[in-house]
């Protein structure tokens, strides 16, 4: 295997790597191992790579994520990736600026790179699906209460509300909304098809830091 890109950089820069050593390594999608690095020049390198071990579980759950602003949109991809996450649906929402929609971000290879990213800080190889759902209201109602059968279905939201559940080991399906949260109008429909509004406390969280918050708590 013979290495051109960024990998080849991150292996100069941050591994400080020398030829002889050994790394480890993952397939996208297939099994991870070790690679012996063979020879190494300024522009490229070469390894000898072995497969040998299955990629780590995946949580049982499936992000409903109402589309955050672009900058932290690609934080947010790498997060889930790392803890993770096998399912996100990007979703619209009333407080969700329609010109975030056309962020570059959302292209496949701008959303594939920064899942990569991701698997590489967790030392996982299987990348999330990502789906994109526009229009909030016939997803929410027509296909949300299918997906949601079966699961523990949550909202993030602040309010007199019950808290988050701790350590559950049943599936989830978990709304979490924009940086002004869901509207009234929004949240009634998401507990019609199925999910129960919950809250993490009295504080207001970023939708990155509400992300890893309620991850960590559900497993």
């Not at 929609?101 to 594939?112: S, Y």
């Amino acid at each position: 295997m013979v290495l051109r890109d960024r990998r080849l950089k991150h292996m100069q820069e941050v591994h400080r790597a020398e030829v002889g050593d050994s790394l480890r390594v993952g397939r996208i999608n297939g099994l991870l191992g070790s690679a012996e690095l063979l020879r190494l020049e300024p522009h490229e390198a070469e390894l000898r790579v072995s497969l040998d071990s299955a990629p780590p579980e995946k949580l049982p759950i499936t992000l409903l994520l109402a589309l955050p602003r672009p900058k932290m949109l690609r934080r947010v991809f790498q997060t889930i990736a790392t803890m993770g996450v096998p399912k996100v649906i990007l979703l619209n929402s009333y407080r969700v600026e329609k010109s975030f929609w056309q962020t570059p971000f959302l292209e496949p290879e701008a959303i594939r790179e920064q899942l990569i990213l991701g698997l590489e800080q967790a030392r996982d190889s299987v990348l999330p699906e990502v789906i994109i759902e526009k229009r909030f209201k016939p997803f929410v109602e027509d296909r949300l209460p299918h997906m949601a059968a079966g699961t523990l279905g949550l909202v993030g939201h602040p309010g007199d509300l019950p808290a988050c559940p701790r350590a559950v080991t049943q599936p989830v399906t978990l709304a979490i909304g924009p940086e002004g949260g869901w509207i009234p109008y929004e949240v009634d429909l998401l507990r019609q098809s199925g999910l129960q509004p919950v809250q993490l406390g009295e504080r207001i969280l970023r939708v990155e830091t509400a992300v890893t918050a309620l991850l960590a708590r559900l497993f």
